[in-house]
């Protein structure tokens, strides 16, 4: 992409309306614009990341073996009356009258809807284990929607449903979904950490959220600072190995860690004192077990490998797609501006022309330009006629992890710089190895 031709509206000044640094620098970078309260439009570069985490959350679903399908944003009332949920769910649902006086609603969630298509085509134990999810925008009229994306009314969500014959199959499910999910977040660049927590309106037993910590958080958070030093790494996971996932599952979530909804003062102080933390959390997902819940009250079963009916054992897991690029700001910035993880930049390079109409460097620039385009990578290229003061400050803002800037003076040594946004630091190099250095880099992340 080149910088001249792209639709990226940087504000010069901090938008008022921001009060925590990610809404603040998603306004700046001209990511998104509020259309009215808790909703907004994703401009071009807000998008793109959009995309990006869309994309690692599907490509960590499929190795999990789950099955992408799409469910609609609208659905009639009835089905959440079978549940008992349509007069539970409160304000938050956004209520609608057809033309016809049906109601209908704005999906907050879908446990009823992938019900009702599970009960009308599943009807055999041997169709079982079956997870399917969508990544869908919901609604939820927030009482206060704030924060940008953090809390917005309309919001981008994965949710997955699972579907087991018997209790153990649906908690090897919930062990899988935790396990997968904490590679998801950390492709991002994230530490989530799962947190013992509360059902709340979905119900259920068994559930997990996933905390990103951020002083802007706004869960209050008690944790054993041992849980930091866990990381997922690269290890192979074969997801059908029920005590493969056990044992992962354990690792993660044996070690105290809650928010201030299960909070139990009495277990926590068992932690040793100097290991125990209290701090605040984003809350980027969370996955649940609810037995039969919703296959009794909406009377999905199938038959039994001893031919008796039985109701299916669900569960479901969510994870905050369009939440995650506000929580990835809060934990990666800096005064500057964003520090993108590898993961999920919008561009993997950017390359700035110090001397715009300098025929050496503009020729130095489009021939980078070009090399990276054909080595699969995307380089976002600066050939505005502007200060490079300027060009310098864009970039910092817009947070893409390198940097290559390209001016009359060092091509005369034949060279250019490399900078890291993360560190700062620059080193010269020969075009070529600039090239190749940044796919070396993309090519292990
Ligand atoms: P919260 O407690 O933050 O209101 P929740 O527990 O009601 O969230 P879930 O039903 O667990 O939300 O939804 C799954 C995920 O969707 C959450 O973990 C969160 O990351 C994201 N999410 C929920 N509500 C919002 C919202 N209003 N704006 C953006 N993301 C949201
Ligand atoms: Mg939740």
């Not at 990381?231 to 493969?244: L, S």
């Not at 001893?306 to 299916?312: N, R």
Request: hydrophobic content about 35%; glycine content about 8%.
């Amino acid at each position: 992409m080149r910088m001249s031709r792209y639709f990226l509206p940087v504000l010069k000044e901090d938008p008022a309306e921001a009060a925590i640094v990610s809404h603040r620098l998603m306004l700046r970078a001209g990511m998104i614009k509020q259309s009215s309260a808790g909703i907004y439009s994703w401009l071009p570069m807000g998008y793109k990341v959009l995309r990006k985490i869309e994309d690692i959350v599907h490509e960590e679903q499929a190795k999990a073996g789950h099955m992408p399908m799409l469910m609609p944003t609208i659905q009639s009332a009835d089905l959440w009356r079978e549940s008992g949920r349509y007069d539970d769910y409160g304000e938050e649902m956004l209520r609608i009258k057809d033309r016809h006086d049906r109601d209908m609603l704005f999906t907050p969630t879908a446990e009823e809807l992938i019900t009702d298509i599970f009960r009308s085509h599943v009807s055999s134990y041997k169709d079982l284990p079956l997870t399917l999810y969508q990544i869908q925008w919901k609604f939820r009229d927030e009482r206060r929607p704030r924060f940008g994306v953090m809390r917005g009314r309309e919001f981008y969500m994965k949710d997955g449903y699972n579907f087991d014959l018997t209790k153990e199959d649906a908690l090897h499910a919930y062990n899988r979904h935790l396990v997968s999910y904490l590679r998801t977040y950390e492709r991002m660049g994230l530490q989530a950490i799962p947190m013992r927590a509360d059902s709340g309106p979905i119900g259920g037993d068994d559930t997990h959220e996933f905390l990103v910590l951020a002083e802007t958080g706004e869960s209050e958070v008690f944790y054993d600072s041992a849980v930091t030093d866990l990381t997922f790494g690269d290890r192979e996971i074969d997801f059908d190995d029920v005590d493969q996932c056990q044992s992962i599952m354990e690792e993660f979530t044996t070690k105290y860690a809650r928010t201030d909804e299960t909070h139990d003062e009495a277990l926590f102080n068992e932690v040793p004192e100097e290991r125990r933390r209290t701090a605040r959390g984003i809350e980027v997902g969370q996955i649940f077990y609810f037995g039969t819940k919703y296959s009794d009250a909406m009377n999905a079963k199938v038959q039994g490998p001893d031919g008796k009916p039985v109701a299916v054992h669900m569960g479901s897991h969510g994870i905050g797609v369009s939440r995650l690029l506000g929580a990835i700001i809060e934990a990666s910035h800096d005064d500057k501006g964003i520090i993108w993880p590898e993961g999920v930049t919008p561009y993997h390079v950017g390359i700035v022309n110090l001397k715009q109409g300098d025929e050496e460097a503009d020729a130095a620039c489009e021939s980078l330009y070009k090399e990276f385009t054909a080595a699969g990578l995307e380089p976002l290229y600066d050939d505005r006629k502007e200060r490079a003061g300027g060009k310098f400050a864009t970039m910092d803002l817009i947070g893409l992890p390198w940097r290559i800037t390209v001016g009359p003076r060092g091509l005369k040594n034949g060279v250019v710089e490399l900078t890291s946004r993360k560190t700062g630091e620059s080193t010269e190099m020969t075009p070529a190895e600039a090239v190749a250095r940044v796919k070396d880099i993309y090519a292990g992340a």
